[in-house]
């Protein structure tokens, strides 16, 4: 709803979020193989009078495991952008739960693409009034480019105005 009351009209809505491909049950299930193929190399280590490569090898699950735990936390970051007919709003939750909003008139915003010839679209921009806030870094080169052209088209029915049809 707007400060008047008048119901507002979704143009465009997107939540976007890291993809990460390896599960929970994956993670530990690679945890599991590692740990055992570590033990074993490290027993044989051991049974050859190599005692302390034991130790390394407890190391590098552990750093192994650091890793991915590191990777799952960014993962909770996510970026929300919707349009409507009187506001673009782009809102950004950090892996740490920090939130930062970026409102702007959707009239005065555009698009700007960075495009590489042989990867595609590397980058997306929001531009307006001399401030630029990059978008979708989370989407890899194809969708971006569709995001873009979805983005787009909401941003031009912003301008055109909403039809209302009784």
Not at 8 to 33: C, D, E, I, K, Y
Not at 68 to 73: S, V
Not at 96 to 107: C, E, K, M, Q, Y
Not at 143 to 161: I, T
């Amino acid at each position: 709803m707007t400060s008047l009351g008048e119901p507002t009209t979704q143009l465009f809505s997107a939540m976007l979020t890291p993809h990460r491909s390896l599960s929970n049950t994956g993670f530990w299930a690679l945890m599991v193989f590692l740990s055992v193929v570590s033990f074993s190399a490290g027993m044989a280590f051991w049974l050859l009078g190599a005692w302390p490569v034991m130790g390394f090898f407890g190391l590098d699950i552990l750093a192994v495991y650091w890793a991915f735990k590191l990777n799952f936390r960014s993962a909770r970051a996510s970026e929300e952008i919707s349009v409507t007919a009187s506001e673009l709003r782009v809102r950004r939750i950090g892996h740490r739960g920090h939130v930062v909003d970026w409102v702007a008139n959707p009239l005065w915003v555009r698009i700007e693409q960075k495009v590489d010839a042989g990867y595609g679209v590397e980058k997306l921009y929001l531009v307006t009034r001399g401030r630029r806030l990059g978008v979708a870094s989370f989407l890899g080169p194809a969708e971006k480019a569709s995001f873009a052209k979805a983005l787009a088209g909401a941003l031009e029915a912003a301008r055109r105005g909403l039809l209302h049809n009784p």
